[in-house]
């Protein structure tokens, strides 16, 4: 699982900005503007490195777009940091769809590298349908966690899924 270090931690004086929910929810502007700047990369150096346009990369420095997880991976990558770095959840609130997005994976990757259709491999992400003890496993194998994790991060994310219809 992916760890933050006190350097990964937003900084008091910068602000974060509230990015759009298509991407990768979590995602930090700010983070990514660190990680860069402690890398002293430009914009059109990063987007050398990572094959992403710099265009796109600064989009997702100012909050006008979150990046999915497919385009965050190799930008992390270029950066030599984990993915986690960039969306800073902290480990009490992780669901499922955050240690999918900490491996750069979309649901369709993911769905295919444990041999699960991407609808069932949704349902369980989502908390809408338990896993079986050989989805647990593949699911828990591919993140490299146990299956007894895999149960703790199902549940939250049901959990945190059954608390926000309640508030609706």
Do not use: C
Not at 69 to 78: F, G
Not at 84 to 104: H, M
Not at 126 to 154: K, N, P
């Amino acid at each position: 699982m992916v760890r933050m270090s006190e350097d990964d931690q937003p900084e008091d004086h910068e602000t974060e900005v509230a990015v759009p929910h298509v991407g990768v929810q979590g995602f930090s502007p700010a983070a990514l503007r660190r990680a860069r700047g402690r890398r002293r990369l430009s914009l059109r150096q990063l987007s050398l490195l990572s094959a992403v346009s710099a265009a796109t990369i600064s989009s997702w420095e100012s909050g006008k777009a979150a990046p999915s997880a497919r385009l965050l991976a190799p930008v992390a990558e270029a950066l030599e940091i984990e993915i986690g770095t960039l969306v800073p959840v902290k480990e009490a609130r992780l669901v499922l769809v955050d240690l999918r997005n900490q491996w750069g994976l979309n649901q369709q990757e993911a769905a295919d590298l444990v041999g699960l259709k991407r609808s069932m491999f949704a349902a369980i992400e989502t908390g809408f349908r338990a896993a079986d003890r050989a989805q647990r496993s593949r699911i828990a194998d591919l993140y490299e966690i146990t299956d007894e994790d895999f149960e703790i991060f199902w549940q939250r994310t049901r959990d945190t899924r059954i608390a926000r219809l309640k508030t609706r």
